[in-house]
């Protein structure tokens, strides 16, 4: 869906250029957008004053159009431009406007300022003079609206160009979402998005956002095996593996067996034990998914279990413990497997891996291309990545997930699914979604079983 497509500013260029090679001049597509955008700050101003700060370049082509078109509304406007327009756009966008601009902010203050300085092409920072004007008229203004990509923020990283850039109200992506809405620290800076749709095409290749999945309900004659049985390795810390099956059972799969010989009877009478040695356990053909990791530790007898998982050839979710001891060579050909880590693992994946990127999205895609795992590179700002180039970007979730334990259980989440037929990338979106939605249920101050608890909850949304 275009909707949900996030697009690199190259891609975005590109996008447009088809649009430019139907016929539609730069100027008309520069309507288009502000016409979108106007609408939106136009009810936000709610017939109060507003500041519209424009750049030299295309993105102040918009403002001068939303200018205009909130003035015929019946909105005050003042327009700011400290450089005069350096593309034939924005030349024609002043001209429609017609009226004063100002070069400087001075005292001018009011109700909404409307910030397009720069848009998603900026890869340097601001100058001193602008990054001074941009911060001093939105601490002017009651509210604040950034179109496209806040000024200051490069929109390929969500990094932060320039020190002390303000937070908007609200940011209105223009045509497509762009990498720094959904990515840390820029995003933080942001507000409430919104997307302005302008006849963007979908984009092969493009990432996307993870958004609530479609779960169907078992079929009648389902039965236990035929929604996926789901093994979870135990080890050294069993509270762990533990947590991971609660959240498993409530995530869709029919059956779930926690797999540890030294585990005796589980304190929850609907968790199967089976204390069998692990190597006879994973012999039993109706396991569909494992996971692996949660509590498994970290010394000889945690490899030689890792070891042995991997070697049954099953579908399996690493976590935790068994992403530090994981070694390329215990890698099985063409076994779906998922990964979750978080930013340390991920960094020794990394180096076990030999791979060399910067930045948690970079870093997971890399590793996907060279394990041929998908990656959840778990955090924050979410990042999940396949072998094929894949990239999903989760929207933001409770801070409140920032815990112990909760890792442990969205990788139960993630089996579970995976157990139901998922493959690796549908099911650690749906596992990212579903953990995500959980804590909004448990609310403030959780603990990792009250998030286990809520999985259940979560999916029943989603049917």
């Known amino acids: 869906m275009s909707d949900t497509q996030v697009l690199s500013a190259a891609q975005m260029r590109s996008a447009e250029q088809a649009i430019f090679d139907t016929g539609t001049s730069v100027f008309e597509l520069m309507q288009v957008a502000a016409g979108g955008a106007a609408e939106w700050i136009r009810r936000i101003a709610a017939g109060r004053p507003v500041t519209v700060l424009c750049g030299p370049g295309n993105n102040g082509g918009d403002g001068y159009v939303i200018a205009h078109l909130l003035q015929k509304a019946g909105n005050a406007v003042t327009v700011i431009a400290p450089a005069e327009p350096m593309t034939d756009a924005a030349a024609k966008a002043r001209a429609l406007w017609g009226k004063q601009v100002l070069t400087s902010g001075g005292q001018t203050h009011g109700e909404v300022i409307v910030d397009c300085l720069f848009g998603s092409g900026l890869s340097r920072p601001l100058s001193g003079e602008h990054a001074l004007l941009l911060r001093d008229l939105v601490a002017r203004h009651h509210l604040s609206v950034a179109v496209d990509v806040p000024s200051g923020i490069a929109s390929d990283s969500g990094a932060l160009l320039n020190d002390k850039l303000p937070t908007f109200d609200v940011t209105l992506a223009l045509g497509a979402w762009k990498f720094a809405h959904w990515s840390l620290p820029g995003r933080a800076k942001m507000g409430t998005m919104k997307l302005v749709p302008i006849g963007v095409a979908p984009v092969d290749g493009a990432a996307k956002v993870i958004t609530k999945p479609v779960i169907a309900a078992p079929a009648l004659d389902s039965h236990k095996y035929r929604r996926g049985l789901a093994a979870i390795v135990g080890g050294a810390m069993p509270g762990a593996a533990r947590l991971a099956a609660e959240a498993a059972m409530r995530g869709g799969a029919g059956y779930v067996k926690l797999l540890d010989g030294n585990a005796g009877v589980s304190a929850n009478p609907a968790l199967v034990t089976d204390a069998a040695p692990l190597e006879d356990a994973l012999t039993d053909a109706r396991i569909s998914a494992v996971l692996v990791g949660p509590g498994l530790g970290r010394d000889d007898s945690a490899r030689e279990r890792l070891a042995l998982v991997l070697a049954a050839g099953k579908p399996t979710v690493v976590d935790a413990d068994a992403l530090v001891t994981l070694k390329p060579s215990m890698l099985v050909d063409r076994v779906p497997m998922l990964a979750t880590p978080h930013d340390g693992e991920l960094e020794a994946l990394c180096r076990s891996f030999s791979v060399i990127a910067e930045g948690r999205r970079d870093r997971a895609l890399a590793l996907a291309r060279t394990s041929k795992m998908v990656v959840l590179a778990k955090g924050p700002d979410t990042v999940v990545a396949a072998p094929d180039g894949r990239i999903a970007l989760a929207p933001p979730a409770p801070s409140w997930l920032s815990v112990a334990g909760s890792g ?35 609310g403030a101050a959780f603990t990792p079983l009250d998030l286990a608890e809520a999985v259940s909850g979560a999916l029943e949304i989603c049917l």
Not at 412 to 433: L, Q, T
Request: net charge negative; charged share 20%.
């Open 408 to 442: 442990d259980v969205l990788a139960g989440i993630a089996v579970s699914r995976m157990a139901g037929g998922k493959d690796p990338f549908d099911a650690a979106c749906e596992a990212v979604w579903l953990h995500g939605q959980a804590a909004r249920h448990c």
